[in-house]
């Protein structure tokens, strides 16, 4: 009896629950029913929005294309425009630097033709200098030509002579000689400085080439010819030209360049002997300057005094004649002091005249009384 309620309580919650799934079965296929419409309608939606989007990213596209293809056309336009710009820059300044250039190269030639030009006439001039220098007449003409122009530059026309002979019972004449004032009250007014140029230029030739050789033996042999030229040319010319009282008691040996100059000064003790044994001084070309100018110097300290000399006659003669212009002055003096007292007793008298015209002015009836006597008036 206690089971059937229990079966009927049993069925009871089984149809409940029949009924139960049933109505969620319902509402499940009512939910997937509607989510299907919200997924049809919702896809519908999605292709409209893509479909949408798909256009306007076309147009987007199209606008974008379009813009990068005019950019892309100014961009090659205005790079068309540069690159002729610089083409043209390029050019002108290619063309500026070729000519430049070219201008530059042309200069350069025509330099190194004119070089070439002078290097000829240099070679056609060291060819005559040469031809010149290996004549004996010819050298010593180069050396007196020189010593001329030395001697013109430094001392007056005066101050020196050609071709003077300095011996007065001899014929041989010295190319130049400076005049010296001889001493005071003597015989001779003038002593001559004889000066001979000398150029042994074969002895300096050999010598110059045993140098670039370094041939030691060459370079002794060569000096020692040198030396005995110079020697031999110091002997004629102390034979020759000195003469004292007529001359110096020395005469000067000018070689006419430097170098050969130096050539005798490098030998020991050669230049002194030649001044002491044979009375010959050797110049070059500066050394006879020096002396030459020291000899101007000395020329100019007598000038000088002599005419101290003489201004001392003038100033004496001035004081003599200054002593008789005092007396002169005085008597101009005395005339003077005469003629101012003369002028002063004028000044009295004609303040006199002028009183007694003032007097007339006054006197009555044109009575007129004239009396120039005044106390201003001078007395004896």
């Not at 002979?165 to 001899?170: I, L, Q, T, V």
């Not at 005085?330 to 003077?336: A, G, I, N, T």
């Amino acid at each position: 009896m206690d089971v059937v309620p229990w079966l009927v309580l049993a069925l009871a919650a089984i149809a409940g629950a029949v009924a139960v799934f049933r109505l969620v079965r319902e509402e499940l296929r009512a939910s997937r029913e509607e989510a299907r419409g919200a997924a049809a309608e919702l896809r519908g939606e999605v292709a409209q929005r893509f479909a949408e989007t798909s256009e306007a990213l076309g147009a987007i596209l199209q606008g974008v294309t379009r813009q990068l293809k005019e950019l892309q056309e100014g961009n090659e336009k205005k790079l068309d425009e540069m690159r002729h710009v610089v083409d043209e820059k390029l050019q002108g300044a290619l063309e500026r630097r070729l000519g430049e250039s070219f201008k530059l190269v042309s200069d350069r030639l025509e330099a190194v033709q004119r070089g070439l030009g002078e290097m000829q006439s240099l070679a056609t001039g060291v060819g005559d200098l040469k031809r010149v220098l290996s004549n004996v007449k010819t050298r010593g003409t180069f050396g007196e030509v020189q010593l001329g122009a030395i001697l013109e530059q430094v001392l007056t026309p005066d101050q020196y002579g050609r071709n003077v002979r300095c011996r007065p019972d001899g014929r041989e004449s010295v190319e130049f000689a400076v005049r010296l004032p001889g001493a005071e009250g003597a015989r001779h007014s003038q002593v001559w400085l004889p000066i001979d140029s000398k150029f042994p230029h074969e002895d300096y030739g050999r010598l110059l080439t045993a140098i670039e050789a370094a041939d030691a033996k060459a370079v002794s042999d060569a000096a020692d010819a040198l030396a005995r030229a110079v020697r031999l040319s110091a002997q004629q010319i102390r034979q020759k030209y000195v003469c004292p009282p007529h001359t110096t008691d020395f005469a000067i040996l000018f070689v006419p360049t430097e170098g050969l100059y130096a050539e005798l000064l490098r030998q020991p003790g050669f230049v002194e002997s030649l001044q002491q044994d044979q009375r010959v001084v050797i110049a070059g070309p500066t050394t006879l300057a020096a002396l030459l100018n020291s000899l101007r110097i000395g020329f100019r300290t007598l000038a000088i005094e002599q005419r101290a000399s003489e201004v001392w006659k003038v100033l004496a003669a001035v004081k003599g004649e200054f002593a008789k212009f005092g007396d002169v002055l005085e008597r101009v003096k005395r005339q003077l002091q005469t003629a101012s007292n003369t002028i002063e007793e004028t000044g009295v008298r004609t303040r006199a005249i002028t009183r007694q015209l003032r007097e007339v002015e006054e006197l009555p009836g044109g009575q007129v009384m004239l009396d120039f006597e005044s106390d201003d008036s001078p007395r004896a």
